[in-house]
């Protein structure tokens, strides 16, 4: 399966800055989604990145405050903007590699505490 | 109702006993499932797709019942390193619904 690298693995901000996460994958994959898991919650789809294209925001996220990239097949990166502590949360990339029947593989997530 | 229920727990189970959880969905015409794996401060890992006829791996064993719209995981003969936060997890088209987790602490 996929092997993706997630960094940072976490940080601490000041309210009002931003912070870019960022995936590598080790293959080329058409989707990546970006996730995000509060304290005994579970996961909450941010946004579908595409190659290509504009990425795809869920309900309740907008791309003013959760800017997107993803230049290629095999990165993406997730900005949180002008953060506040409600953003404190785990952040997760996914992707859906073609040869693996319906699961998806996570990168290790990014532990972010605003402060 | 959400879209996918699972009972949080927690589970405290002692070594080597069967424990079996449950998980429902909303959405009839959900296409895959699956039971995701999560251990503390880690990511979610794919622990088994679950199958209309049933699967089996190992101590594990995920069953789904499409008339009642339910789920279920069986493990038996439970280890201290089974314990963890399993996800069910239901797409159908382009989405995915993950559970908010059932908690297992398996004690010696």
């Known amino acids: 399966s996929a092997v993706i690298s997630q960094k940072p693995s976490r940080d601490i901000c000041q309210r009002g800055t931003s912070l870019t996460i960022q995936c590598q994958v080790d293959?080329?994959?058409?989707?990546m989604f970006w996730y995000r898991q509060q304290p005994g919650q579970s996961l909450t789809l941010i946004a579908t990145?595409?190659?290509?294209?504009?990425?795809?925001?869920e309900s309740g996220f907008v791309i003013d405050k959760f800017p997107i990239s993803r230049p290629n097949l095999t990165f993406s990166t997730l900005t949180v903007s002008n953060m506040s502590p409600e953003d404190s949360s785990i952040y997760l990339c996914?992707?859906?590699?073609?040869?693996?029947?319906?699961?998806?593989?996570f990168g290790s997530g990014t532990r972010l505490t605003v402060v | 109702r959400k879209e996918v229920e699972q009972d949080p727990g927690p589970f405290n189970v002692p070594e080597g006993a069967t424990v079996a959880f449950n998980c429902t969905y909303s959405?009839?015409?959900?296409?895959?499932f699956f039971w995701y794996r999560q251990d503390c401060r880690k990511e979610p890992k794919l622990l088994m797709s679950?199958?209309?006829s049933g699967n089996e791996d190992g101590r594990f064993t995920a069953q789904l019942n499409r008339a009642s719209q339910y789920i279920s995981l069986l493990i038996r003969d439970s280890k201290l390193s089974d314990s963890a936060t399993y996800l069910c997890?239901?797409?159908?088209?382009?989405?995915?619904?993950f559970g908010a987790g059932t908690r297992l602490f398996v004690k010696a």
């Open positions: 679950v199958y209309s």
């Open positions: 293959s080329q994959v058409t989707m």
């Open positions: 990145a595409n190659q290509g294209s504009e990425a795809t925001y």
């Open positions: 996914s992707v859906k590699p073609p040869d693996r029947v319906g699961g998806y593989t």
């Open positions: 997890v239901v797409s159908g088209g382009f989405k995915t619904i």
């Open positions: 959405n009839s015409a959900s296409q895959s």
